[in-house]
């Protein structure tokens, strides 16, 4: 199975208006409506800019690799590990 991921550069432009904003930005759609892919297209485009890959952090909570922050608690102290203090 090949994935094809179709480019959403209207997607990509308007979330790099909230780039640098101390706003929580949050993506909503119905299920397998696209969401994660455009996370994936925006975290292409900051490396792109020169963001450095280790300020990028990318969850799939699907995945049984993050399988261990399927509570709030969990979570917030996994990811709080990803992140460079």
Do not use: C, D, W
């Given at each position: 199975?090949?994935?094809?991921?179709?480019?959403?550069?209207?997607?990509?432009?308007?979330?790099?208006?909230?780039?640098?904003?101390?706003?929580?930005?949050?993506?909503?759609?119905?299920?397998?409506?696209?969401?994660?892919?455009?996370?994936?297209?925006l975290r292409a485009e900051l490396l792109n800019?020169?963001?450095?890959?280790?300020?990028?952090?990318?969850?799939?909570?699907?995945?049984?690799?993050?399988?261990?922050?399927?509570?709030?608690?969990?979570?917030?102290?996994?990811?709080?590990?990803?992140?460079?203090?």
């Amino acid at each position: 199975m090949s994935t094809n991921i179709i480019s959403r550069p209207v997607y990509i432009e308007q979330l790099k208006n909230f780039i640098n904003k101390p706003q929580v930005k949050i993506i909503t759609g119905i299920r397998r409506s696209g969401k994660s892919t455009v996370l994936s297209l925006l975290r292409a485009e900051l490396l792109n800019m020169g963001i450095n890959e280790e300020q990028v952090i990318q969850v799939n909570f699907e995945s049984f690799a993050f399988s261990e922050l399927s509570t709030p608690t969990n979570r917030r102290s996994g990811i709080s590990s990803f992140v460079k203090h």
